[in-house]
C-alpha cells in the first residue's frame, strides 16, 4: 500500500528556510486521483492546513501562509517538497505529509511527522 | 475566512456512551467537511469525509451528520480504543481549516 515518509533537517534558524520532503512508495505522484498535502501541528496545539499540490503542478495555500511557501513535485523521483521561508519561533512544529483523494478531499495516507524546531 | 467552532473542547464519557462533537461552520459549506482522530503521540486518521461517508475500515460505530451548518460526529458506543482528539476539517475553499479539536477520555 501507499506510504509517505518525510525527511529534512530537525532544526532551522530564524529568518531561515525550512525544506523538507515527502517521499512517496507503493503509489505514484503523477496520479490523476490524488491531490499531495502538507498539514502541521505546534507543540501541544491543533492541526494546521498548509496547502496541496495535484500532479501538473497546481498548487493551493492557506494564505495566511501563502508569501512564504512553496510546495513543488518532483514526479521523477516519486516526491514532492515543501518550502516555508523566514521561520520563526512559531513554524516550529511536526510537518506532515498526507495524501488527499481527488474526488473526496479526504486525506487517507499520512506520513508519520517530521519534528522541525526553529531556534538559533 | 470560514471559521470552523469545535465543541466541546473536551469531554469524558463511559464505556458504551454515546459520544457526540459538534462542528459548527460560520458560513454555508454545504458537506465539505471531513472528521480526523488522532490518538496520543500518533498520527491523524481519516474517519468520515463528505460530512457522512465513513472511510473505508472505520467501525461503524463512528458515524456523522449535517444540519445546515452545524456538522456533527457521533460515537454510538465509546470503545477504550477510542480515546483521542478528534478534527473537523472543512475543505469547500481554501484555507481548509481544522476545528480546534475535542479531546474524548474515558469516564
Known amino acids: 500500500q501507499v506510504q509517505l515518509q518525510e525527511s529534512g533537517p530537525g532544526l532551522v534558524k530564524p529568518s531561515e528556510t525550512l525544506s523538507l520532503t515527502c517521499s512517496v512508495s507503493g503509489g505514484s505522484v503523477s496520479s490523476n486521483a490524488y491531490y499531495w498535502s502538507w498539514i502541521r501541528q505546534p507543540p501541544g496545539k491543533g492541526l494546521e492546513w498548509i496547502g496541496y499540490?495535484?500532479?501538473?503542478?497546481?498548487?493551493n495555500y492557506n494564505p495566511s501562509l501563502k508569501s512564504r511557501v512553496t510546495i513543488s513535485v518532483d514526479t521523477s523521483n516519486h516526491q514532492f517538497s515543501l518550502r516555508l521561508s523566514y521561520v520563526t519561533a512559531a513554524d516550529t512544529a511536526v510537518y506532515y505529509c498526507a495524501r488527499m483523494a481527488y474526488q473526496s478531499y479526504g486525506m487517507d495516507v499520512w506520513g508519520q511527522g517530521s519534528t522541525v524546531t526553529v531556534s538559533s | 475566512d470560514i471559521q470552523m467552532t469545535q465543541s466541546p473542547s473536551s469531554l469524558s464519557a463511559s464505556v458504551g456512551d454515546r459520544v457526540t462533537i459538534a462542528c459548527r461552520a460560520s458560513?454555508?459549506?454545504?458537506?465539505?467537511v471531513a472528521w480526523y482522530q488522532q490518538k496520543p503521540g500518533k498520527v491523524p486518521k481519516l474517519l468520515i469525509y463528505a460530512a457522512s461517508t465513513l472511510q473505508s475500515g472505520v467501525p461503524s460505530r463512528f458515524s456523522g451528520s449535517r444540519s445546515g451548518t452545524e456538522f456533527t460526529l457521533t460515537i454510538s458506543s465509546l470503545q477504550p480504543e477510542d480515546v483521542a482528539t478528534y478534527y473537523c476539517q472543512k475543505y469547500n475553499t481554501a484555507p481548509h481549516t481544522f476545528g480546534q479539536g475535542t479531546k474524548v477520555e474515558i469516564k
Open positions: 499540490i495535484y500532479y501538473t503542478g497546481s498548487t
Open positions: 458560513q454555508g459549506i454545504l458537506n465539505y
